[in-house]
C-alpha cells in the first residue's frame, strides 16, 4: 500500500499564481517530511523539509504547511514561475535508516 | 565538482544478464542509498548503507545487491535481469541520522529487453 499520497497528479497554474501540492500519510512513526523537485533528466533535489513540532515552514516563496493530527501536509509556492515547472514529490522518513517514502509525484506546469 | 556521480547514465541489456551500476559521492557522507524511479515516476528506495548498517527494503528481490568497496562508493548489482526491472536508479547520500538532506545522483536509465 502507499503509505504517503499525494495529490494532483498535475496541474496548472498561470504565472504568479499559487500552486497548492496536497500530501497525506500513514504511519504516525514518520518524524520527517521533505519536499524534494526534480526536473526532467535529472535526479530529485531539496526543496524544503520539516518536522512535526512545528507547523509551517517558509523558505522564499516555498512554505510547508503540517497537521500533525490530519496526518497531512502541503507545499504551496507563491507568485509560480515558469521555471517552477517540474514534478515535486513529497517524501517521509522515520528512523535513523533515513530511508525516504516518496508520494507519487505532482507534475506542475506554469503558464507564462 | 559532481557531488554524487553515476555511471553509466544508459545502459541497454537483456533478460537473464548481470550488470552493475557504479555510484560515487564526493560530499564526504556517512550513508548512500539506492532509489528505483519507475515508468510512472514513482519513486521507491531499495537501500540505505552505512559503515554499520545495510537496511533492505523488504520488497526489493534478491536479485539485487549493494556494494560498498569503501565509504565513498555504493555500487548495485543486478542479477537475471528481468523486463521489470527497466526503469530510472538513482544513487544518493547523505550525513547518518534522521532528517539529514540526501543529494541524488543524475540516475541511471535502464532498459532490459
Known amino acids: 500500500q502507499q503509505q504517503v499520497k499525494q495529490s494532483p497528479q498535475s496541474l496548472i497554474v498561470q504565472k504568479g499564481g499559487i500552486s497548492i501540492i496536497n500530501c497525506a500519510y500513514e504511519?504516525?512513526?514518520?518524524?520527517?517530511f521533505p519536499w524534494y523537485q526534480q526536473f526532467p533528466g535529472k535526479g530529485p533535489a531539496l526543496l524544503i523539509a520539516?518536522?512535526?513540532?512545528?507547523s509551517e515552514k517558509k523558505e522564499g516563496r516555498f512554505t510547508i504547511s503540517f497537521n500533525k493530527s490530519a496526518k497531512q501536509f502541503s507545499l504551496h509556492i507563491m507568485d509560480s514561475q515558469p521555471g517552477d515547472s517540474a514534478t515535486y514529490f513529497c517524501?517521509?522518513?522515520?528512523?535513523?535508516?533515513?530511508?525516504?517514502?516518496f508520494g507519487g509525484g505532482t507534475r506542475l506546469m506554469v503558464k507564462p | 565538482d559532481t557531488a554524487v556521480s553515476q555511471t553509466p547514465k544508459y545502459l541497454v541489456t537483456q533478460m537473464g544478464n548481470d550488470k552493475s551500476i557504479k555510484c560515487e559521492q564526493n560530499?564526504?557522507?556517512?550513508?548512500m542509498y539506492w532509489y528505483k524511479q519507475d515508468s510512472k515516476k514513482f519513486l521507491k528506495i531499495m537501500f540505505s548503507y552505512n559503515n554499520k548498517e545495510l537496511i533492505i527494503n523488504e520488497t526489493v528481490p534478491n536479485r539485487f545487491s549493494p556494494k560498498s568497496p569503501d565509504k565513498a562508493h555504493l555500487n548495485l548489482h543486478i542479477n537475471s535481469l528481468e523486463l521489470g526491472d527497466s526503469a530510472v536508479y538513482f544513487c544518493?547520500?547523505?550525513?547518518?541520522?534522521?532528517?539529514?538532506?540526501?543529494?541524488f545522483g543524475p540516475g541511471t536509465r535502464l532498459t532490459v529487453t
Open positions: 544518493a547520500s547523505s550525513q547518518a541520522g534522521l532528517g539529514y538532506e540526501q543529494y
Open positions: 504511519n504516525t512513526a514518520f518524524d520527517y
Open positions: 520539516i518536522r512535526p513540532d512545528v
Open positions: 517524501a517521509a522518513s522515520k528512523d535513523a535508516g533515513n530511508m525516504l517514502t
Open positions: 560530499l564526504g557522507h556517512d550513508t
